[in-house]
């Protein structure tokens, strides 16, 4: 963490001492990681961004055990990093300083499936993937995947709110979420593992733990609604010849495909290039100044493929389409998808990162791609435009050989003047963490702001977690 990219003091908490941690070994006997070693990785968050220096890492199995963490905590007013996957994009889940970091990793246990209803009930460390399967041997799916589903935890999705590459289809975890079980800052545990479709007795608790980032309360349990596995998947990757084009394309794959389109993602030329050069990805369709991964899902397989069909030989013939290919086995479903979900990685081997994701007017989700090209010009090695058109939501990547405090200069505050301008969202998906939540403010109006620091405060009165995150540093 360099202070002079990053400025930020340590607050006045406690150093953890020995006495400390012979009480933490009390709590989670054997479970109390100093090792330096260990703590490197969970000190440095996936983009290599960020950088703590934690000394201590937690490991507890039960909510229990978090409560009485966290009870702990409170009391000697030690600051607390809750962690899932450690996969977030804004520096959130690694500590700042010396936090202690209390890891969901151990907490990997399903507590119920219904085999009826599709509600999943689980400990907050479950690996998505891990909770894909296991709901698809069942004959169901998890309504939310992403490129980190090897990684993250659901408790980290809900953390954060994830969206992906399944939201077109069934939504925000706002509505899947069914229930939450929390352990507030004083260690108090919250019940509200509910599984109900409809529960509308006042205030709905969960949503403020949705999105909250580990800064309101260590969520320790999930109920979340999955639905049925379609039995027919199919996935045509296609070539556009301009961002026009792949707008009408999307406006005439709804139309055409109706309820089965389960998603419609883009990635322009110079991602195929960094999927490419990085990776060896082959584009499996002619080069086009955008490709367009249309997904859809549904139960009668002749039925989609047909309607598929009419929809290919519609945007081909009018010229929306240039060239196409189609999977409907799942080995050419996963090939076709790791074009667009690799980009990330492929990112990450280019050099450094500056990474935007913001949600922004159909219309004119491309444009600032463009628009900062020409601004950058040979100051940026690339600049890269993908994401989740179907849901409005641009990533937004420029890529440099090293750190540059003049290039970053140029993209801030630019970038967020522009997204503000069109009453966008300055972060779509992936929250605001630390190194977003300054911010906050290009989105959000100044009363809001002032009701989230209240919020905080009720919550966490002593801010012991996840300080440094996600709330303005000044109001
Ligand atoms: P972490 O990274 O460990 O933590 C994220 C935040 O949540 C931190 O602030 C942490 O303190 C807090 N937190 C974690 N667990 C808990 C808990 N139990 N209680 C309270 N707070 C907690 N994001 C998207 O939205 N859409 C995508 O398509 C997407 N694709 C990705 C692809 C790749 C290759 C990668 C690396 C990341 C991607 N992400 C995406 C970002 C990231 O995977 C998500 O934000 C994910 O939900 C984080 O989960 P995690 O378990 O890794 O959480
Ligand atoms: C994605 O959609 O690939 C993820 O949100 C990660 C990213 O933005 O790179
Ligand atoms: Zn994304």
Same mark, same amino acid.
């Given at each position: 963490?360099?202070?002079?990219?990053?400025?930020?003091?340590?607050?006045?908490?406690?150093?953890?001492?020995?006495?400390?941690?012979?009480?933490?070994?009390?709590?989670?006997? +054997?479970?109390?990681?100093?090792?330096?070693?260990?703590?490197?990785?969970?000190?440095?968050?996936?983009?290599?961004?960020?950088? +703590?220096?934690?000394?201590?890492?937690?490991?507890?199995?039960?909510?229990?055990?978090?409560?009485?963490?966290?009870?702990?905590?409170?009391?000697?007013?030690?600051?607390?990093?809750?962690?899932?996957?450690?996969?977030?994009?804004?520096?959130? &889940?690694?500590?700042?300083?010396?936090?202690?970091?209390?890891?969901?990793?151990?907490?990997?246990?399903?507590?119920?499936?219904?085999?009826?209803?599709?509600?999943? /009930?689980?400990?907050?460390?479950?690996?998505?993937?891990?909770?894909?399967?296991?709901?698809? $041997?069942?004959?169901?799916?998890?309504?939310?995947?992403? +490129?980190?589903?090897?990684?993250?935890?659901?408790?980290?999705?809900?953390?954060?709110?994830?969206?992906?590459?399944?939201?077109?289809?069934?939504?925000?975890?706002?509505?899947?979420? =069914? @229930?939450?079980?929390?352990?507030?800052?004083?260690?108090?545990? =919250?019940?509200?593992?509910?599984?109900?479709?409809?529960?509308? #007795?006042?205030?709905?608790?969960?949503?403020?733990?949705?999105?909250?980032?580990?800064?309101?309360?260590?969520?320790?349990?999930?109920?979340?609604?999955?639905?049925?596995?379609?039995?027919?998947?199919?996935?045509?990757?296609?070539?556009?010849?301009?961002?026009?084009?792949?707008?009408?394309?999307?406006? #005439?794959?709804?139309?055409?495909?109706?309820?089965?389109? &389960?998603?419609?993602?883009?990635?322009?030329?110079?991602?195929?290039?960094?999927?490419?050069?990085?990776?060896?990805?082959?584009?499996?369709? %002619?080069?086009?100044?955008?490709?367009?991964?249309?997904?859809?899902? +549904?139960?009668?397989?002749?039925?989609?493929?047909?309607? *598929?069909?009419?929809?290919?030989?519609?945007?081909?013939? &009018?010229?929306? /389409?240039?060239? @196409?290919?189609?999977?409907?086995?799942?080995? !050419?479903?996963?090939? *076709?998808?790791?074009?667009?979900?690799?980009?990330? $990685?492929?990112?990450?081997?280019? @050099?450094?990162?500056?990474?935007?994701?913001?949600? *922004?007017?159909?219309?004119?989700?491309?444009?600032?791609?463009?628009?900062?090209?020409?601004?950058?010009?040979?100051?940026?090695?690339?600049?890269?435009?993908?994401?989740?058109?179907?849901?409005?939501?641009?990533?937004?990547?420029?890529?440099?050989?090293?750190? &540059?405090?003049?290039?970053?200069?140029?993209?801030?505050?630019?970038?967020? $003047?522009?997204?503000?301008? %069109?009453?966008?969202?300055?972060?779509?998906?992936?929250?605001?963490?630390? !190194?977003?939540?300054?911010? =906050?403010?290009?989105?959000?109006?100044?009363?809001?702001?002032?009701?989230?620091? %209240? =919020?905080?405060? *009720?919550?966490?009165?002593? @801010?012991?977690?996840?300080?440094?995150? #996600?709330?303005? #540093?000044?109001?």
């Amino acid at each position: 963490l360099t202070p002079e990219r990053y400025p930020v003091r340590r607050l006045p908490f406690s150093v953890v001492s020995e006495d400390d941690l012979a009480a933490l070994e009390h709590i989670v006997p +054997g479970r109390v990681i100093t090792d330096p070693e260990e703590l490197e990785a969970p000190n440095v968050d996936w983009l290599r961004m960020v950088r +703590g220096s934690s000394k201590v890492l937690l490991r507890p199995r039960t909510t229990q055990e978090v409560a009485h963490i966290l009870r702990y905590c409170h009391e000697r007013n030690l600051a607390v990093n809750p962690q899932g996957g450690n996969t977030g994009m804004v520096g959130g &889940s690694t500590p700042v300083f010396d936090e202690i970091i209390v890891s969901t990793a151990l907490m990997n246990q399903v507590l119920s499936f219904h085999d009826v209803s599709g509600v999943l /009930v689980c400990q907050a460390g479950c690996v998505l993937e891990a909770l894909s399967q296991y709901v698809e $041997e069942r004959g169901f799916v998890m309504p939310l995947d992403l +490129g980190a589903k090897g990684s993250c935890h659901i408790g980290g999705n809900v953390a954060t709110n994830a969206g992906g590459l399944r939201f077109l289809r069934y939504g925000s975890l706002r509505g899947t979420v =069914l @229930g939450l079980e929390v352990v507030l800052a004083n260690g108090t545990v =919250l019940n509200c593992l509910t599984s109900l479709r409809k529960d509308n #007795t006042g205030y709905d608790l969960k949503q403020l733990f949705i999105g909250s980032e580990g800064t309101l309360g260590v969520i320790t349990a999930v109920s979340i609604l999955c639905p049925p596995k379609p039995s027919a998947v199919n996935v045509a990757f296609l070539g556009c010849p301009g961002f026009a084009e792949v707008l009408q394309t999307f406006r #005439t794959c709804r139309a055409m495909l109706g309820e089965i389109l &389960s998603a419609f993602e883009f990635m322009d030329a110079e991602c195929m290039k960094l999927v490419r050069l990085h990776l060896g990805l082959s584009c499996p369709v %002619q080069e086009s100044p955008f490709y367009v991964l249309v997904e859809t899902a +549904g139960s009668g397989p002749g039925h989609d493929a047909e309607k *598929l069909d009419r929809f290919l030989e519609q945007v081909l013939d &009018s010229g929306l /389409v240039t060239d @196409g290919t189609l999977g409907s086995d799942e080995r !050419r479903i996963k090939m *076709l998808w790791a074009l667009r979900e690799r980009i990330t $990685e492929a990112l990450s081997c280019d @050099g450094y990162v500056y990474k935007y994701d913001l949600s *922004l007017p159909l219309d004119r989700l491309y444009d600032l791609v463009g628009d900062l090209r020409a601004r950058l010009g040979p100051s940026a090695k690339r600049v890269v435009g993908y994401g989740h058109l179907g849901d409005g939501n641009l990533h937004l990547n420029v890529t440099a050989e090293t750190f &540059s405090a003049s290039l970053l200069g140029t993209l801030e505050p630019y970038v967020y $003047e522009w997204t503000a301008g %069109q009453r966008g969202s300055v972060s779509a998906e992936h929250g605001l963490g630390f !190194r977003k939540k300054d911010v =906050l403010g290009y989105s959000k109006p100044p009363e809001a702001l002032q009701l989230m620091r %209240q =919020l905080k405060a *009720l919550l966490d009165p002593k @801010g012991i977690l996840n300080p440094y995150k #996600t709330l303005p #540093t000044h109001i």
